[in-house]
């Protein structure tokens, strides 16, 4: 299994070398896209818990301390909020990768058989 790509983390201080959100602006991006991808972002698997918050590089809020992955990326709590709030555009690969997801599990029809014949476990 290959390592999960980070992405959404931005240049700091002591990170210049990191992208600049400012840069990945695009207004013009399509509402329902951006959406999708927004709620993608916000419905991972929480894998990390940091103890200080991080501070969004474009508006100063604060942007929690969790990170989230899936079996690819993993990214800061924050990176929702860079995307709806400021119409951050991520790369193509994964805008396209959190539009996929979201559309196989949209496609999975729910059942209720299993829960509903499920036997409770005695108490311990």
């Not at 940091?50 to 929690?64: F, Q, V």
């Not at 991520?90 to 999975?108: I, K, S, T």
């Not at 209720?112 to 014949?117: E, S, T, V």
Request: charged share 25%; aromatic share 12%; hydrophobic share 40%.
């Amino acid at each position: 299994m290959e390592p999960r790509r980070l992405i959404g983390y931005w240049r700091n201080d002591e990170h210049p070398e990191y992208p600049d959100p400012a840069d990945w602006v695009d207004d013009s991006w399509d509402a329902d896209e951006r959406h999708m991808v927004w709620a993608y972002l916000s419905s991972g698997t929480m894998v990390v818990a940091y103890m200080g918050l991080s501070p969004c590089r474009i508006c100063g809020k604060n942007n929690g301390a969790l990170e989230f992955a899936d079996d690819v990326y993993q990214w800061p709590e924050g990176l929702a909020h860079y995307v709806y709030d400021h119409a951050i555009r991520l790369p193509e690969e994964v805008v396209r990768h959190a539009v996929a997801r979201l559309d196989l599990l949209e496609g999975v029809r729910p059942n209720l058989d299993w829960w509903i014949n499920a036997t409770r476990q005695p108490d311990f």
